[in-house]
């Protein structure tokens, strides 16, 4: 399977202040990304799917440009948060499809906004 | 996206086997069936797939009914590592990139 990374694991911010996630995919070269969100005792919800070279493609109800992803190179995703609020605190996690059927996810960051 | 059916929470005993329950009765000719588990505060982990027959792998065995409409993944030998939120996931095979949608899943606690 693939080996994917995220950073930071754990990160606070101050609301109104904009925070970076980043993904990595450590072992493969990933042309698709996806976003997913999980608030406390929750299910994973997608949010985008996050594609090399191009723009991003948000799912319904998810604000773009609040939502900042950047897919710039085959091994790297980010997803910047801008303008956080407390309602944005949640565990995000990213994931990759090597090949296949299966989905690698990274080991999700948690943001808590105050 | 077609839905699936599982029970919020089982229980199980250490080193006995657990039948994790899936109903899928609008599942369509094209859908794979997805099983996935998530440990707490960690990102999803896969564990199985399957379209028709049944499957086996180091993990786990996914058993599919005949019409489709139901599968059962099944552990073996349950630890205490097993212990998870395992989630049951129709996707479509026609694409080349596949979307996940998450339902609430099954709690598995194994108990010592």
């Known amino acids: 399977g693939a080996v994917v990374s995220q950073h930071p694991s754990r990160v606070i911010c101050k609301s109104g202040t904009s925070v970076k996630i980043e993904c990595r995919s450590l072992?493969?070269?990933?042309?698709?990304m996806f976003w997913y969100r999980q608030f406390p005792k929750q299910s994973l919800m997608l949010m985008a799917t996050?594609?090399?070279?191009?723009?991003?493609?948000?799912e319904q109800g998810v604000e773009k440009d609040k939502f900042l992803i950047n897919h710039a190179s085959l091994t790297l995703s980010t997803l910047t948060v801008t303008s956080a609020h407390p309602e944005d605190s949640s565990f995000y996690i990213c994931?990759?499809?090597?090949?296949?059927?299966?989905?690698?996810f990274g080991p999700g960051t948690r943001l808590t906004v105050t | 996206d077609a839905k699936t059916t599982q029970p919020n929470s089982m229980e199980s005993n250490e080193e006995e086997p657990v039948h994790l329950p899936c109903n899928h009765s609008?599942?369509?000719?094209?859908?794979?069936i997805h099983w996935y588990r998530q440990l707490p505060s960690q990102g999803p982990e896969y564990v199985i797939h399957?379209?028709?027959s049944n499957v086996n792998n180091r993990m786990a065995s996914l058993a599919i009914a005949e019409d489709r409409k139901s599968s059962t993944l099944i552990l073996h030998r349950a630890t205490l590592r097993d212990a998870a939120v395992y989630y049951c996931?129709?996707?479509?095979?026609?694409?080349?990139?596949?979307?996940?949608?998450f339902g609430k899943g099954t709690l598995l606690t194994v108990n010592p």
């Open positions: 072992d493969f070269q990933a042309t698709t």
């Open positions: 399957g379209l028709t």
């Open positions: 996050s594609n090399e070279g191009s723009k991003a493609t948000y």
């Open positions: 996931i129709l996707s479509y095979s026609g694409g080349s990139n596949y979307k996940l949608t």
């Open positions: 994931s990759v499809i090597p090949g296949g059927y299966e989905q690698y």
């Open positions: 609008t599942i369509s000719g094209t859908d794979y």
